[in-house]
């Protein structure tokens, strides 16, 4: 059995809720349709996860790969961090299938063509194009185990500029 997700999901934004979950909503069906023995955890209030924010300015070194910290626990369900570290490390019990997206914003540009935004998940690298816009949007899926650990950066190539970030990181199957 086969589910095609649709290749014409947009980026959602925080002020974009609705898109958010409807891409969420896309994945949860090709997940329940690929393999029935996987229960998708869209309701439990228990989730394990975080939301994380970088308020403050960070600088995004120019022509470099810069790790970002987080300043802002929005939710952290199951202590995966203490801010201002730059990597969630999965507790005991915490395995499973993770949904983790990276939304990074430059302050005063838009990101330089050749700018990525890097999510690693255990020691699976995934690295997403950064379009010429001030808001860039990354998300992996990817099979996690306890003492895993998750974290991300952006490659600026363009001068040396100040961002602001998201990152959402939750089990969505045990």
């Known amino acids: 059995m086969s589910y095609t997700i649709p290749?014409?999901?947009?980026?959602?934004?925080?002020q974009?809720?609705?898109?958010?979950?409807?891409?969420?909503t896309y994945v949860e069906t090709a997940l329940n349709t690929l393999d029935s023995s996987v229960t998708v955890n869209t309701t439990n209030a228990a989730?394990?996860?975080?939301?994380?924010?970088?308020?403050?300015?960070?600088s995004a070194t120019?022509?470099?790969l810069t790790t970002i910290s987080w300043d802002?626990?929005?939710?952290?369900?199951g202590g995966l961090i203490t801010v201002t570290a730059s990597t969630l490390l999965l507790p005991a019990g915490a395995g499973g299938l993770w949904a983790i997206t990276l939304d990074v914003t430059g302050v005063t540009n838009p990101w330089t063509a050749?700018?990525?935004l890097q999510i690693v998940a255990r020691t699976i690298t995934h690295n997403t194009p950064a379009p010429t816009q001030q808001i860039a949007t990354a998300s992996i899926v990817v099979s996690l185990a306890?003492?895993?650990t998750i974290s991300?950066?952006?490659?600026n190539a363009g001068t040396t500029q100040n961002m602001t970030a998201r990152l959402y990181a939750y089990r969505v199957a045990a």
């Open 7 to 14: 290749n014409d999901l947009a980026n959602g934004t925080p």
């Open 16 to 24: 974009d809720a609705a898109q958010v979950q409807e891409n969420f």
């Open 47 to 58: 989730r394990l996860g975080a939301h994380l924010r970088r308020a403050a300015n960070q």
């Open 62 to 64: 120019g022509g470099g």
């Open 72 to 77: 802002t626990e929005v939710q952290d369900a």
């Open 114 to 116: 050749g700018s990525f």
């Open 146 to 148: 306890a003492a895993d």
């Open 152 to 155: 991300a950066a952006i490659s």
